[in-house]
């Protein structure tokens, strides 16, 4: 009976030490109190987004019966992005970036209040669903450089910044498994328009985290100047840095030839696996799953070192499975090659979105961050009508093989470059402390002289350091 109890004891402590090891990696981004607040708020806010997202879809199909209209609908959603993210990132680098997101938010909410009136009242009309797609691209294009650029806030530091970037890809990816099955239960028992309505209702929670935040006033440049200007600095910022550019050119033709794989989800779970709707769910379940155990994987780093290494295995597997989808035939095969495909995915956005936090300057922060989001969200669309228009002429297969067989490509030629960028980002990871044992090292191995002519201090390496 003692050795019972004993044992009971050993295995509660092991628990408790997991618990401990799991909030002090995984979750140690949590520990800052605006963070913690903006995950509350953004994991209901998130489902209320996909709930309304499978709502409207489905309204139009029913509505119109037309998967080209489908694919307008997408494209208005997501479109905009690609035109007015580089000024949502110059607008996020000269004002505060709480008070703008505050704005951005209420008017996404006031968006979906006036979709669900328009659907319960039994007035809409596509026309109007169109409209108001646009409108919400519109806004996501500057929500999402702006609230990228603000995590960096909410962290109050860049120790748990690639932590904080994983939890959020988290909780999105965990809503995107979460929101569609509401969603799908909603509108059988409710319709659409009590759908949308009640992710009208959930940016509450949202709206309240932002409010309740305690956040340090940025200092802004005093000196004003136009917006053309400002966005021609940020492209010419990435242009001239070598790595940040290679790795939003990396990003860009994954999300053009990559990504558009799940456009053709409904195509494989009919006419490849000759399945149903449930197939359906099935396969983007999988996708999904995938995108969330990469996002959890990478919130376990306790590092940015490395990075480059994840971003070049992460394209690579996510291309070759684009490969193994076109070639497959059965449902469990594809079912692995998609959580294959989720999880490289996502691994290499998020990997590529913490890299890009860590070492740009913060007045460029929101300008680097919406190039970001025109390669990942703003090419997408762009991709998915190119794939279709392939796909009419090749067939579904032979476009999923080209298209991954071209990331593979691209992860192979970054690859190839990567003492190039390691040359040029290891000094910025010696600025910051990243690599400790070269870090601790500089104040000792640096030696001041003193100009006798100006009467100035300089430091300097000491030779061989």
């Not at 295995?11 to 109190?33: E, I, T």
């Not at 997501?78 to 709480?98: I, K, N, Y």
């Not at 646009?134 to 294009?141: D, E, K, M, T, V």
């Not at 309740?212 to 200092?219: G, H, I």
Request: charged share 10%; proline share 3%.
């Amino acid at each position: 009976m003692s050795g019972c109890y004993a044992c009971a004891r050993i295995k509660c402590r092991m628990l408790l030490r997991v618990s401990q090891s799991l909030r002090s990696s995984v979750l140690r981004s949590l520990r800052h109190r605006n963070f913690r607040l903006f995950t509350l708020g953004q994991s209901i806010s998130l489902i209320g987004t996909w709930m309304q997202q499978v709502a409207v879809g489905w309204l139009v199909y029913r509505m119109t019966g037309s998967p080209l209209l489908l694919g307008v609908m997408s494209f208005a959603a997501s479109g905009p992005t690609f035109f007015l993210a580089p000024m949502a990132g110059a607008v996020a680098d000269r004002a505060h970036r709480h008070r703008l997101l505050v704005i951005v938010q209420s008017l996404m909410m006031v968006q979906s209040f006036v979709l669900a009136a328009l659907v319960l009242s039994g007035k809409v009309e596509i026309w109007h669903l169109i409209l108001l797609s646009g409108c919400l691209g519109c806004l996501s294009a500057f929500d999402i450089p702006i609230r990228q650029s603000f995590l960096v806030e909410m962290v109050e530091g860049r120790e748990d910044l690639s932590n904080a970037i994983a939890l959020n890809s988290s909780m999105f990816n965990a809503a995107r498994l979460v929101g569609p099955a509401i969603a799908g239960f909603a509108i059988g028992a409710f319709g659409e328009g009590w759908t949308i309505l009640i992710n009208a209702v959930s940016y509450v929670a949202v709206l309240i985290a932002l409010l309740a935040m305690r956040v340090t006033k940025r200092v802004l440049p005093e000196n004003y100047e136009p917006m053309l200007r400002r966005i021609r600095e940020g492209f010419h910022y990435v242009f001239n840095f070598m790595t940040v550019r290679a790795v939003l050119a990396l990003v860009a033709v994954v999300s053009l030839l990559g990504v558009p794989f799940t456009v053709f989800l409904p195509v494989i779970a009919a006419d490849v696996l000759h399945g149903n709707a449930k197939t359906l769910g099935l396969l983007t379940s999988a996708t999904g799953l995938g995108a969330l155990s990469a996002a959890l994987f990478l919130a376990s780093r306790r590092s940015v070192r490395g990075l480059g290494r994840l971003i070049v295995a992460s394209a690579t597997l996510f291309g070759g499975a684009i490969v193994g989808l076109a070639l497959s035939r059965t449902l469990l095969l594809s079912l692995i090659v998609l959580a294959l495909a989720g999880f490289g995915m996502m691994l290499q956005m998020a990997s590529s979105n913490t890299f890009l936090q860590t070492v740009v300057d913060d007045d460029k922060r929101g300008r680097v961050l919406s190039l970001y989001t025109m390669a990942y969200i703003g090419v997408s669309p762009i991709g998915s009508l190119l794939a279709g228009w392939v796909a009419q002429r090749i067939g579904v297969p032979w476009t999923l093989a080209l298209g991954g067989s071209v990331c593979v490509l691209a992860a192979s030629w970054f690859a190839m470059q990567m003492p190039r960028f390691r040359a040029e980002v290891r000094p910025i990871y010696h600025r910051m402390g990243i690599i400790p044992e070269v870090a601790t090292g500089i104040q000792a191995a640096t030696q001041t002289t003193t100009s006798e002519e100006t009467g100035s201090t300089r430091t300097s390496p000491a030779p061989g350091s």
